[in-house]
C-alpha cells in the first residue's frame, strides 16, 4: 500500500521550529511534502491574497532535516493550501497537518489563526485537516513531549476517517516532559479578548497604535478546551466551517421581516 | 429615549459607495459613527494585526453627506471594531453593522470576508451585529433597492434583540428596482471555490501567480441562502463564532486516542 502523502503547513513560516518538528513528526507516517509561507502570518485569520501576486519558491531540501519537497510562499496560510492542492501538489494529499503553532489556539483564539485557516481551508477542499498548537508562544519551545501525542491523532485521523465538515482543532498544554495526560475530545470554551491599546507617538508627530489584550475566560465547564488544557490534557475540538447557528433559525423566524 | 448609537464599518474602505449608502440607511434610524479601513480590505477574512502598528485618523465630516464621526483606519476590518469598541467610541454602540459590501458573501465567501470578520467581532464582543452585502462586484453598484429592507432588519434586530452569541449574515440579490421578492431566514449553503491560477511571469523572468477561482455550489436546499438569492429575495443567515461541530463529539469520542 502507498505511504499516505500528507501536506504540512503553518502560520508561523517555513523555518518555524513547530513546522520542523511536525515535519519530522510526519516523516514518521507517510510522505511528507511542506507548502507554508515564506514569513510569519499569525493572527491572519482566513485571508486570502486577492488583489496581489503570489509568488512561490521550491527549496533545497536536505532530507534529513526536511520533507520530500518544499515549497514557500509569499501568501496567507490559506493561500498556501489552496496554491499546493492545485498547483504544487501531484495528488491530492490523503490529510493535511498545520503546525505546530508557537501558541495557543485554543476557544476563541481560533477565530484569529491563520494555522487553523489552513487546516479549514483543506476541509473546505475535501481534504482531511487537523491545526495543531502548542500554548508556548516561545520561538524555544519544547516541542518534544507532544510528538507521540500527535502521531497518534493523525494516525487515527488516517485511519477512521474525519467526518466531511470537520477539521480538527489541537491544543498542546504547555508542559515539561512526560507532563500531558491524555487527549479530551472538547467543546470551544466561550471567551474574548480584552483589548487594551498601547497608544504612543512616532518620530513624526502622529500617533499610533499597538494592539494588545488581555484573554478573558467567559466559560468553566469541564467539556470545554480551556478546562482541558488548564488540567494538563491536549484539547481536540472538531471544529466545522458551516457557521449557520441552527438554533436561532425559529427564533428569527418569528421577525416581522 | 436616546437614539440607537450604530457603528458602521466594512472592508472595502471608507469611501466605498457600498458604506456610504449604509451610513445614510442608519442616519433615519439613529447616531451613526463610522470606523472603516483607510483601503481596501476585502478576503482579509478575520485577520488582526498583531506585529504593525495602527494608525487612525479623525475625518472631516460634511454631515449632509456623513455620519456624526468617522474615523478611517489602517488596519483591518476587525482591527477597526476593536479600536472603536476600545479607543474610539464614547459608549458601547446598540449595534454594529458592516457593509454594504461590493460582491457577495453567501455560502462558504462568510469564511473569507472581511465584511463579516467585522460583524463577526462585534459579535464576540456582545454588540449585536450584521454584515450586509449586494451580490454585485461593480464600484456603480446599485444600492438603491436594498435599502427599506436593510433599515427593516436593522429595526427588527433593535427591538428584538440578536440572539446571544449570533451575528447575521445578510446578502441582497443584484435586482433592478423592485425586483427584491422579500427576505429569507436561511442556512449557509455547501460550496467550494474551485480554484485557478494564472501563472505569469514578471519582467525580472520569476514566476508569480495570480488567484481565480468559480464557484462551485454542491448544496441545492431549499433552505439555503443561495437558494433564496437565486429566487429574488435576501437571505438573512444566522451565523454564529462557536465553531465546534457538536454533532462530531460523540464519533470522536470512540476513537483510540
Known amino acids: 500500500m502507498a505511504k499516505p502523502l500528507i501536506l504540512v503547513t503553518n502560520d508561523d513560516g517555513i523555518t518555524a521550529p513547530g513546522l520542523r518538528a511536525l515535519v519530522n513528526y510526519m516523516k514518521e507516517l ?5 507548502v507554508a509561507p515564506d514569513s510569519p502570518q499569525s493572527g491572519m485569520g482566513h485571508a486570502i491574497t486577492l488583489d496581489n501576486t503570489l509568488y512561490s519558491q521550491k527549496m533545497q531540501v536536505d532530507f534529513d532535516n526536511g520533507a520530500l519537497e518544499e515549497y514557500s510562499c509569499s501568501g496567507t496560510p490559506a493561500d498556501c493550501v489552496k496554491l499546493a492542492l492545485q498547483e504544487l501538489l501531484e495528488r491530492k494529499p490523503d490529510i493535511c497537518v498545520s503546525g505546530i ?19 479549514i481551508e483543506a476541509g473546505i477542499e475535501g481534504v482531511p485537516a487537523i491545526g495543531f498548537s502548542l500554548c508556548d508562544y516561545s520561538w524555544e519551545a519544547n516541542f518534544v513531549p507532544c510528538g507521540p501525542y500527535i502521531q497518534k491523532i493523525v494516525r487515527e485521523s488516517l485511519e477512521n476517517g474525519i467526518p466531511n465538515g470537520v477539521v480538527l482543532n489541537v491544543n498542546v498544554p504547555k508542559t515539561e516532559d ?46 470545554t478546551d480551556e478546562w482541558a488544557l488548564s488540567q ?19 427564533q428569527l423566524n418569528t421577525w416581522d421581516l
Open 30 to 34: 507517510g510522505d511528507v511534502v511542506v
Open 101 to 119: 503553532n508557537h501558541g495557543s489556539n485554543s476557544s476563541i483564539n481560533v477565530i484569529y489563526s491563520g494555522t487553523m485557516s489552513a487546516a
Open 178 to 223: 512526560n507532563g500531558i495526560n491524555g487527549i479530551k475530545v472538547c467543546r470551544q470554551a466561550r471567551a474574548n479578548w480584552k483589548e487594551k491599546f498601547d497608544k504612543r507617538t512616532n518620530p513624526m508627530g502622529k500617533d499610533y497604535y499597538w494592539l494588545t489584550g488581555e484573554f478573558e475566560l467567559l466559560d468553566h465547564g469541564e467539556d
Open 232 to 250: 494538563g490534557y491536549i484539547s481536540l475540538v472538531p471544529t466545522q466551517f458551516d457557521l449557520t447557528a441552527y438554533h436561532a433559525i425559529q
